[in-house]
């Protein structure tokens, strides 16, 4: 048994481990508890990802620990049982051997781990001896990295907006640990900054609520200024300085950071600051702050060099040593342009014909795949992707009703401003303000629909006020998130406590979206559902742009017609009903007028309000339902009730049938709301009142520019803005090169990661924007670059200098998302429907789903028609509540999301293997092989690899496809019911060929190669 501290502080570690990397006390604490106490081993061991760990440690090190490296891009195969057996022992020994080498790497203390730097090593000279620090009590509690924005018990975070679970999840990208090296020259911004950050600006920083003691060292003037015969910082004078005192001070009342933080400074920290002080104390504006400038290409002899990128990233590369790899091949370089520009794998005839106009000239066959790429009309969807995550869509509210929405007009909107290249700020202005527009088109009030894209609580409980609140907190977060980089949902309950960020100016900012004329309910619903028979309901709130097609308007006008025609013959007779009706109403109790399965609810309701306090509409419902209700014994009454009712229902699923958007729209001048800061984000606690406006730190709105939404979508497209471009070419970098220039896309504060090619990420800004915003542009210059062209194969060297390919210094190879995971595999079966935009629609997902979370209330809709099961992902419906299963690794749609997490599962391989999906990818490539691949076994093996690899496998991989093929025919002649059930067809001659086929298509489906972006 262990201590109940030891317990508590390896429970709080392993939670740690799951949001962030290890603070050093962290790392320490963990391999004394391991040390002390074998038996958490095995609970460590279970906690811990070993196969993506492995992934990360090197074949040196894992010779080290006396394991072979794994073989690189091996098929596995069918086994004996034997060798099964032979199997699993040897994986058990290569198992617990692998666990002690991720220990042995993973828990390496502090110091011992040797890290590399760009700039010039130098000794580190003490000023004074410096006592270690001090080792934390066991009782204490364990206090994270970046507490404010990682730990949601942090009151940073406690915030009532749904953004509050994204901002305090995202992995942060700062610099957690000490500096391990001090470099030769200082910089405030890229070594003093991030050490202060860390572990200072939490009780020092820009929040006056927690500066302790009233000092602030985020500004030099609060910095350096006199506090009674002392400063903090004494610029030129590091021993005069009070911070400098509290450093090396061994009192545990004295020495800051305070020893209950668990935060530490190394030696190399001490140094930094000590020579930074003694160099003048200098500050800088935060580098993301700072309006970019077009920094000048480096000039470079080199053939290597096609365009600028080429020439920052081949600069930085000869900096650090090291060289570009080789172009890549041209088969796997077409299909990584495929995938990144329109989401699908190229065509055997497409890389045939690149591959030959390739070897006549590499540069000019690239320049038109490219723009062939970029001209598809599948150029729009591939893009959407991201941005939808962005902009948290989805096809239903959220909640416990989770009603359903028709935002798709929205999504179709972005593929097509996609396809038609709309520059960058008009894309921009349309999405935060196409209302606004002098006279706005159908398409730039659709284009709002973007803030409307938030969760919607229908809930009978929900605080409708409250609720309301939560929508425009969220839109502050997520338009802050999306263009500016900005977590500036830290702001909502108090300032910022890094960024510049004050309480007051996140309300300023939140005034831009507080005037839409909504309730914060739900206003209208309608009972049709989903379409093909749901029993979901449409749950939607104004404002609403309807969007009826014309066939949908000539049914309105008919209907409208015709029960006008059938009204006026019952107003003729309304003087003869009207007695026996209240004759009528007289014989029933009121028990029996609530009994919902003997009165409609509206006329339920109706006829418990006394007959003089009717309305007109409440006297006509009842009276209708009284001449259908057959009561009278009049067959003329029966029928014109009977008629006008059938009349009325036709035309109330027309209206439901009917597309309607929940779109942006301001209240006029005379309704306008006021703004009130909101004490720590209560809704009910309004404090000082506030106009709209912009956080001072950046530059001002014009003064032309109106202050509502269209002012402030200027501004965000506004040259002088620092942010909004640099966000963006990080964001496109990130998509097309694996890692952003700056890792942490949700952050460009304080708290963010430095850019890693500053002066590269500031060109491409730059050339953005005086490109006209062009974003086909922006990508045609990423595209061709040799530093795009590279390939991906890397040697232990770079690895180990390079492990993430920060410095670009190969291809990037990832796994592809989800969605282009199943869209491939469509594909490639030759089974994928290529129409673009349109209704969501609903491919297979496992039995009851729905109805597990709804307890039985929605269905959902089964529909074996092709036009539903193989659409693009993009297409399918997108329920919060659960999301298709196949979809793993994506957003969850509840709030913006511009980094999304790559894992690689044992859950991931089951689907890929099982979900029907798949398996009917399988069925319907192995049926491609034999109609088009050959009149043999071996072409048509070789002809799927190439389907879905796109070349043809070598001698061995052809070898290990025959092998499998052989076992798999032999096992299915034994079982050949078997065999039509798992090729999915009848029993005929072929049908084990064809089973044996299907498994082969699996494999090759599944294959590393596949599965991930070359």
């Known amino acids: 048994m262990t201590h109940d501290n030891d317990s508590q502080d390896f429970q709080s570690i392993l939670a740690a481990l799951n949001e962030r990397e290890l603070t050093g006390w962290e790392r320490e604490r963990l391999w004394e508890l391991l040390e002390a106490n074998p038996d958490l081993i095995a609970e460590f061991s279970d906690h811990c990802f070993v196969g993506s760990e492995l992934q990360a440690i090197t074949e040196e090190e894992l010779n080290k620990a006396g394991i072979e490296p794994p073989l690189r891009n091996v098929v596995s195969m069918p086994m004996s049982e034997v060798a099964s057996s032979r199997s699993y022992h040897w994986h058990v020994t290569i198992g617990v051997a692998a666990l002690l080498a991720i220990l042995a790497v993973f828990l390496i203390r502090p110091g011992q781990e040797p890290t590399p730097h760009s700039d010039e090593v130098v000794s580190i000279e003490k000023a004074r001896p410096t006592q270690e620090a001090s080792t934390p009590s066991e009782t204490a509690t364990i206090r994270k990295a970046n507490l404010s924005l990682d730990d949601p018990n942090d009151e940073a975070v406690s915030l009532s907006g749904a953004a509050a679970l994204a901002n305090s999840r995202n992995p942060r990208g700062g610099k957690p640990e000490g500096a391990a090296s001090v470099p030769e020259k200082i910089s405030f911004n890229h070594h003093v900054r991030p050490i202060l950050s860390e572990n200072c600006f939490y009780c020092h920083g820009p929040d006056e609520n927690t500066q302790e003691a009233g000092l602030r060292l985020d500004l030099r003037e609060a910095a350096t200024e006199d506090l009674g015969g002392y400063s903090a910082i004494v610029p030129g004078d590091a021993e005069e300085s009070e911070i400098w005192y509290r450093i090396l001070s061994d009192d545990p009342a004295d020495v800051m950071p305070p020893p209950e933080s668990h935060r530490t400074l190394s030696d190399a920290d001490k140094e930094i600051l000590r020579r930074w002080i003694n160099d003048g104390a200098e500050y800088e504006a935060h580098w993301a702050f700072i309006q970019p400038e077009r920094a000048e290409v480096p000039s470079l002899k080199s053939d290597w060099v096609r365009n600028p990128i080429d020439a920052f990233i081949l600069n930085r590369l000869e900096q650090e040593g090291l060289e570009p790899n080789p172009p890549a091949e041209p088969r796997a370089f077409l299909?990584?342009?495929?995938?990144?520009?329109?989401?699908?794998?190229?065509?055997?005839?497409?890389?045939?014909?690149?591959?030959?106009?390739?070897?006549?000239?590499?540069?000019t066959a690239t320049e038109e795949a490219v723009s062939r790429l970029l001209d598809s009309p599948h150029f729009g969807e591939r893009m959407a992707m991201p941005w939808l995550d962005a902009a948290r869509y989805a096809d239903s509210n959220g909640f416990q009703q989770d009603g359903n929405r028709h935002q798709w007009p929205w999504r179709d909107w972005i593929i097509d401003a996609y396809n038609n290249n709309m520059p960058f700020d008009q894309f921009t202005i349309e999405q935060v303000a196409g209302d606004l527009l002098e006279n706005p088109t159908q398409d730039q009030i659709i284009a709002t629909a973007f803030n409307r894209n938030h969760m919607l609580n229908g809930e009978g409980g929900a605080i409708k006020e409250e609720q309301r609140i939560n929508y425009v907190i969220d839109r502050v977060d997520t338009t802050a998130t999306t263009w500016l980089g900005l977590t500036m949902a830290c702001a909502q309950c108090h300032t910022h406590k890094y960024d510049p960020i004050t309480h007051e100016?996140?309300?300023?900012?939140?005034?831009?979206?507080?005037?839409?004329?909504?309730?914060?309910?739900?206003?209208?619903?309608?009972?049709?559902?989903?379409?093909?028979?749901?029993?979901?309901?449409?749950?939607?709130?104004?404002?609403?742009?309807?969007?009826?097609?014309?066939?949908?308007?000539?049914?309105?006008?008919?209907?409208?017609?015709?029960?006008?025609?059938?009204?006026?013959?019952?107003?003729?007779?309304?003087?003869e009903v009207d007695p026996k009706r209240r004759a009528w109403e007289k014989t029933f109790t009121l028990a029996q007028l609530v009994n919902r399965t003997r009165f409609p609810g509206n006329v339920s309701s109706f006829l418990r309000i006394k007959e003089e306090e009717r309305k007109a509409n409440q006297k006509r419902d009842i009276t209708e339902f009284y001449l259908h209700k057959e009561d009278h014994g009049n067959e003329l009454w029966t029928s014109l009730g009977t008629n006008i009712l059938k009349l009325r229902r036709e035309l109330r699923q027309t209206n439901e049938s009917v597309v309607e958007v929940m779109v942006m729209e301001d209240n006029p001048p005379?309704?306008?709301?006021?703004?009130?800061?909101?004490?720590?984000?209560?809704?009910?606690?309004?404090?000082?009142?506030?106009?709209?406006?912009?956080?001072?730190?950046?530059?001002?709105?014009?003064?032309?520019?109106?202050?509502?939404?269209?002012?402030?979508?200027?501004?965000?497209?506004?040259?002088?803005?620092?942010?909004?471009?640099?966000?963006?070419?990080?964001?496109?970098?990130?998509?097309?090169?694996?890692?952003?220039?700056?890792?942490?896309?949700?952050?460009?504060?304080?708290?963010?990661?430095?850019?890693?090619?500053?002066?590269?990420?500031?060109?491409?800004?730059?050339?953005?924007?005086?490109?006209?915003?062009?974003?086909?542009?922006?990508?045609?210059l990423m595209m061709t670059s040799a530093t795009y062209r590279q390939s991906s194969e890397f040697t232990p060297g770079n690895l180990d200098r390079d492990p993430e390919n920060r410095l670009v210094g190969r291809g990037s190879r990832s796994r592809l998302p989800a969605m282009l995971l199943r869209d491939q595999a469509l594909a490639v079966a030759g089974l994928l429907k290529p129409e673009v935009g349109g209704h969501p629609v609903y491919p297979h997902q496992p039995e009851g789903l729905w109805k597990d979370f709804s307890f039985g209330k929605i269905s959902y809709p089964h529909q074996e028609l092709e036009d539903q099961l193989h659409r693009r992902s993009l297409y399918s419906f997108w329920r919060r509540t659960s999301a298709p299963p196949n979809m793993f690794d994506s957003s969850s749609r509840q709030v913006c999301t511009v980094k999304t997490s790559t894992t690689n599962?044992?859950?991931?391989?089951?689907?890929?293997?099982?979900?029907?999906?798949?398996?009917?990818?399988?069925?319907?490539?192995?049926?491609?092989?034999?109609?088009?691949?050959?009149?043999?076994?071996?072409?048509?093996?070789?002809?799927?690899?190439?389907?879905?690899?796109?070349?043809?496998?070598?001698?061995?991989?052809?070898?290990?496809?025959?092998?499998?093929?052989?076992?798999?025919?032999?096992?299915?002649?034994?079982?050949?019911?078997?065999?039509?059930?798992?090729?999915?067809?009848?029993?005929?001659?072929?049908?084990?060929?064809?089973?044996?086929?299907?498994?082969?298509?699996?494999?090759?489906?599944?294959?590393?190669?596949?599965?991930?972006?070359?």
């Open 335 to 363: 299909r990584r342009l495929s995938l990144d520009l329109i989401g699908l794998p190229p065509t055997p005839a497409e890389l045939a014909s690149f591959e030959e106009s390739y070897e006549a000239d590499p540069d």
């Open 670 to 780: 005379e309704k306008m709301r006021e703004t009130f800061i909101l004490d720590r984000g209560d809704y009910q606690s309004p404090t000082e009142k506030v106009s709209a406006g912009t956080p001072s730190f950046l530059p001002t709105m014009k003064e032309s520019a109106p202050r509502n939404r269209l002012g402030l979508a200027q501004w965000l497209v506004d040259g002088n803005n620092p942010l909004t471009a640099r966000v963006m070419v990080n964001r496109l970098w990130a998509q097309f090169f694996g890692i952003g220039i700056v890792k942490t896309a949700e952050d460009f504060g304080v708290q963010g990661e430095l850019p890693k090619h500053p002066e590269l990420i500031d060109w491409l800004a730059v050339e953005f924007v005086e490109s006209g915003w062009d974003v086909k542009h922006l990508i045609h």
């Open 905 to 1014: 599962t044992p859950l991931h391989a089951l689907t890929l293997l099982n979900d029907e999906t798949y398996v009917n990818a399988a069925r319907a490539l192995a049926k491609r092989m034999m109609d088009e691949g050959g009149d043999n076994t071996d072409d048509r093996l070789d002809f799927a690899f190439q389907l879905a690899t796109g070349r043809s496998p070598d001698e061995r991989e052809h070898q290990l496809l025959m092998n499998g093929f052989e076992r798999s025919l032999n096992e299915f002649r034994s079982f050949e019911n078997a065999a039509a059930e798992y090729a999915g067809v009848g029993k005929d001659k072929s049908v084990v060929e064809l089973a044996a086929l299907t498994r082969m298509a699996q494999v090759i489906l599944n294959l590393d190669e596949t599965l991930n972006r070359p």
């Open 505 to 575: 100016e996140y309300f300023q900012f939140f005034a831009f979206f507080n005037n839409v004329p909504e309730s914060g309910g739900v206003d209208k619903r309608s009972g049709s559902g989903c379409a093909f028979g749901s029993d979901s309901t449409v749950q939607v709130s104004r404002p609403l742009l309807s969007l009826p097609t014309d066939e949908q308007r000539q049914k309105q006008r008919e209907l409208t017609e015709e029960i006008k025609k059938q009204e006026a013959i019952i107003e003729g007779i309304v003087a």
